[in-house]
């Protein structure tokens, strides 16, 4: 039913409020949100008129009429440009569009005949104040660099900046001039030689000054120190000697002087590694920078071969030893963790039933630790040899515990987990089988004839299934891997099912019929339920759209509400009810 009415609103509305929506874009004006100031109709006349009318003989009138002739020009070409996007595939929008452009194309042709010329002198001209992009006539422009060309990079050093940013100043002005005069007169024969000076002029930087302001930049980004915005301390000179004079000197033979040598290092080194990702992703294609480059990736590969695996081996160390107190998750540091969980494991479980959840618990914390620390652990020094020794010890601790203290504990785990009630933590008011006793007596007992106890049945069933459902995830994500868990899994598993079977699709018509005569003062979308609203839609649609424009409007107003309100309401009930048969039939 619902398809049904959206298609007929689709062929029969959707064609006719586009075209009422053209007929509104063309004659509105600006006061109405338009570009155009008194709708299609005037601004088309406007141009036309200027066309047939001429230039003014009298010059005090010509920038005056240049303007608004431009202005009108302008205003048409953007709103047929938003015209021809939202309508420029329905046949009634055709006419306008073809009228607009043939307009368009009047007034470039009268536009290129008489006016082009003086538009490009006084664009070649004008100075900012003027509202150029260029401070002064584009002719002083070109002169500026042609002659910072030829002057060439001050011997001087203390002038070469000022130098090269006046050359990259004019050199930008002339870019975004350039750009900006091929869009309004690239097509102008008259044009092209003014295009053709400026782009010699801006080939001539690029040639001569840009190699030289490269060259610089590199000499200036290798000799700049923090203080200058680098990430070098004093330059790069300065870093590569740390560097080198501390792989020369080696680890120094007091002890408590390794950790700060080995820091200072590391932090040369590290900022050595980001200047350089920086330096070669500007300036590794120049040769100029060759050099800097080859010094600085030397100076890393021999501390990676002096100091790499005598940094990893010094680190591995500490993260083995580190205790709590110094940040780990280990109590005691990693050979004290593993001890303690060999021995746990060697002594077996308790005899005395009273121990055996605490021995089981520090059991299971012990391991989640030394899984948690593992993790750390090789994601830092996974390609280390020197690790290798103390990944396996863990590991092996971890399957001894696996294999000789869960296969065993399973089952008691397991009966535990089925035996637990909420007071235990467990989802389940009074444990695995109370709940599955009630949950399939309910279902045998079937949903109440009497309506007044529906609502209650259903969503305490629904509570149950919930239930039974959040408690199976839990128990086979900790024991789905045991053979031993199988048949607790199948025993919920055939109960959610025959609650499908025997209760779903029942549930699922009283749902569906509750949300078909749900009103709006019961929280649904539509006023007075599904099949009202449907009914006085059809009806609007076989009344057909009214000959008189204002009551016809209001008819499109209507129609467009109850439309609106179809969809929405239709959405949300497919998200809900499309895989459901009950919901299909409703869809359709």
Known sequence: QVEEALAHYKKEIVPKLINVEIDKAVSAKRAEGSVLEYGLRWELEQVRNGI?????????????????????????VQWLEVFKSNYGDQPHAQPFIQDTEAALAEYKAFFSSKFSKIYIDKHVQAKRAEGSILEYSLKWHLEQVHNGIKAGIPTDARYVDEFLNKMKTQNSLLVQWLEDFKAKY????????????????????????????????????????????????YGLNWELEQVNNGIKGGLPSDHNKVDDYLKKMEAHKNRLVQWLEDFKSRYEMYEKASESIK????????????????????????MVNARRADGSILEYGLNYEVEQQDKAITAGIPKDERQVDTYLDNLAKRNGRLRQWLEEFKLQYDEEEYAYQFINKVEAVMKRYQEDIMTKMVPVLMNK?????????????????NELDNFLSAIEKGIPTDQRHVDEFLLTLNRRRSNLIQWLEGFKSEYGDYKEAAATIQEV???????????????TKVAVDKARVARRAD???????????????????????????????????????????????TETFRSTYSEEEEGQATLH
């Open 52 to 76: 047939k009318s001429g230039v003014p003989t009298d010059s005090r009138y010509v920038d005056d009429y240049i303007k608004k002739m431009a202005d009108h020009n302008s205003r048409l």
């Open 186 to 233: 690239g097509d102008e024969e008259y044009a092209q030689q003014f295009i053709q000076q400026v782009e010699e002029a801006l080939a001539s930087y690029k040639k001569e000054i840009v190699p030289k302001l490269i060259n610089v930049e590199i000499d200036k980004a290798v000799a700049a120190k923090r203080a200058d915005g680098s990430i070098l301390e």
């Open 295 to 318: 010094k600085t990736e030397e100076t890393l590969a021999a501390y990676k071969s002096f100091l790499g695996a005598k940094v990893a081996k010094i680190n591995i160390d500490k």
């Open 417 to 433: 987990a089925r035996a637990a009630r909420k007071a235990d933590g467990s989802i389940l008011e009074y444990g695995l089988k």
């Open 493 to 507: 598993q055939d109960a959610l099912s025959l609650f499908k079977s025997k209760i779903g699709s029942k549930m």
């Open 523 to 569: 929280g649904s979308l539509l006023e007075y339920g599904f099949d009202n609203h449907v009914r006085t839609l059809k009806e609007k649609l076989d009344q057909g759209l009214p000959p008189k424009a204002d009551v016809a409007s209001q008819w499109l107003a209507d129609v467009s509400k109850l439309n609106s309100a179809l969809v929405q309401w």
